[in-house]
Nanobody
Framework: QVHLVQSGGGSVQAGGSLRLSCAAS????????MGWFRQVPGKEREWVAG????????YSADSVKGRFAISHDSANNILYLEMNSLKPEDTGKYYC??????????????????WGQGTQVTVSS
């Protein structure tokens, strides 16, 4: 079992920056990937960025490329999402997720076994 605890988030004006953190504990050696999703009411959960544990490679959605950066502190088992140049459309509840499937589909929430509690990000214009 893996436990994910998120921190960070909050409210910021457009153009500002925020950082989200996700501390992992438990059977973390079993994880093959971690990622961030976001969701607004009435819409499906949207994949934002991902991290592969085997080679530390990172990936991000086109909508955030160049503005958001995912990183991982392996010593402390913390996943980060650095968000810069924030836009009002980035507003939503952000979730940290992790999984251990062999055939991962980044954007499919059901491919992730573990989820953080979510944290709200609000960007005002």
């Amino acid at each position: 079992q893996v436990h994910l605890v998120q921190s960070g988030g909050g409210s910021v004006q457009a153009g500002g920056s925020l950082r989200l953190s996700c501390a992992a504990s438990g059977s973390i050696s079993s994880l093959k990937y971690m990622g961030w999703f976001r969701q607004v009411p009435g819409k499906e959960r949207e994949w934002v960025a991902g991290f592969l544990t085997r080679d530390s490679s990172t990936y991000s959605a086109d909508s955030v490329k160049g503005r958001f950066a995912i990183s991982h502190d392996s010593a402390n088992n913390i996943l980060y999402l650095e968000m810069n140049s924030l836009k009002p459309e980035d507003t939503g509840k952000y979730y940290c997720a992790a999984g251990a499937l062999w055939n991962l589909r980044w954007a499919v929430p059901s491919d992730y076994n573990f989820w953080g509690q979510g944290t709200q990000v609000t960007v005002s214009s």
